[in-house]
């Protein structure tokens, strides 16, 4: 079945260094990838997304390739900021076929410290 | 502006008793999700549903419940059978046509008094 791995956190950052975050997947077909947020306490929102083989998406000054030969989607900001300290998630969405069940990856802590 | 309500944000419960979390969607979705988070972990998937009267168990349904009577709502219901209900609970929507990302709640977190 679909799954999706990603870096295991936290991950402790000095304001403007760069972040990248690690996420490969294994999937049926060339599905669309998602990256979401989560701030502290609040539900997860859509960052970015890509939808097909070589697609950069971007958002926030984050970027995520979808490198179909590596099956990786790695989530990147050039100089991080305080504000950017969330919950990371991979995600594939759902599946053809009628499997309509999102595979989430378990999750990247982000801290950013002044 | 379109997008998923949840109530209440904090919720308590007792011993021995169930309660019930809403979740509204007006995105005209097809498809809504339950998903429990505990603290520093993922999601786990409770139910979903596909379409109207409708619903499918997710990987930890035990000692939950849900109904979709309306496309618009999906409530869950912790029932006395779960032991172990302290946790932050997402609802979200999505298209059911195509590679669509999900649209999440801001949650509900339910403890035990």
């Known amino acids: 079945g679909d799954s999706v791995t990603q870096m295991e956190g936290p991950v402790t950052l000095s304001e403007e260094a760069f972040l990248t975050i690690n996420c490969t997947y294994t999937a049926t077909g060339y599905p669309s990838l998602f990256w979401y947020v989560q701030y502290p306490g609040e539900g997860l929102q859509l960052l970015l997304k890509a939808t097909k083989a070589d697609d950069k998406g971007s958002n926030k000054g984050f970027e995520a390739t979808y490198r179909k030969e590596t099956t990786s989607f790695h989530l990147e900001k050039g100089s991080v900021q305080v504000s950017d300290s969330a919950v990371y998630f991979c995600a594939l969405p759902p599946g053809s076929g009628g499997y309509q069940k999102v595979t989430f990856g378990t999750g990247t802590k982000l801290q950013v410290i002044p | 502006d379109g997008g998923i309500t949840q109530s209440p944000k904090y919720l308590f419960r007792k011993e021995g008793q169930n309660v019930t979390l809403s979740c509204e969607q007006n995105?005209?979705?097809?498809?809504m999700y339950w998903y429990r988070q505990d603290p520093g972990q993922g999601l786990r998937l409770i139910y979903y549903?596909?379409?109207?009267?409708?619903?499918q168990k997710g990987d930890i349904a035990e000692g939950y419940s849900v109904s979709r009577e309306k496309k618009e709502s999906f409530p869950l219901t912790v029932t006395s059978a779960q032991k172990n209900p302290t946790a932050f609970y997402l609802c979200a929507s999505t298209r059911t046509s195509g590679n669509q990302p999900q649209h999440f709640g801001d949650g509900t977190r339910l403890s035990i008094l």
């Open positions: 995105l005209n979705h097809d498809a």
């Open positions: 549903s596909q379409i109207v009267n409708d619903f």
